[in-house]
Nanobody
């Protein structure tokens, strides 16, 4: 049974930093794509960043480029999201997601096979 467990959310003032972690278990495939999505109240869930197994760099939505960094520890089956220079508009529930197949639209929610339970990030001004 595949499980994704997020941690690291919390409350921070604008300009601060948080680091989210997502530990995957029950995955046997060596090739996978792991991503972070977020959903703010009243808004659709949007892709934040994605990284491919073995990849050294990720892809990002424009609003977080230069502020967020996605990384992974393959030995631990864990993906991270380092969030710096946080803004109040980054406030949302952040979800970890995993897919096993390639999709040319990296933030296509329907392509993701597994989702975590979400972790709240709140940024105050």
């Amino acid at each position: 049974q595949v499980q994704l467990v997020e941690s690291g959310g919390g409350s921070v003032q604008a300009g601060g930093s948080l680091k989210l972690s997502c530990a995957a278990s029950g995955i046997t495939s060596s090739s996978k794509y792991m991503a972070w999505f977020r959903q703010a109240p009243g808004k659709e869930r949007e892709g934040v960043a994605m990284i491919r197994t073995g990849g050294s760099s990720g892809v990002y939505t424009d609003s977080v480029k230069g502020r967020f960094t996605i990384s992974q520890d393959n030995a631990k089956n864990t993906v991270y999201l380092q969030m710096d220079s946080l803004k109040p508009e980054d406030t949302a529930i952040y979800y970890c997601a995993l897919r096993l197949r390639y999709d040319y639209i990296w933030d296509n929610r329907a392509a993701y096979d597994y989702w975590g339970q979400g972790t709240q990030v709140t940024v105050s001004s």
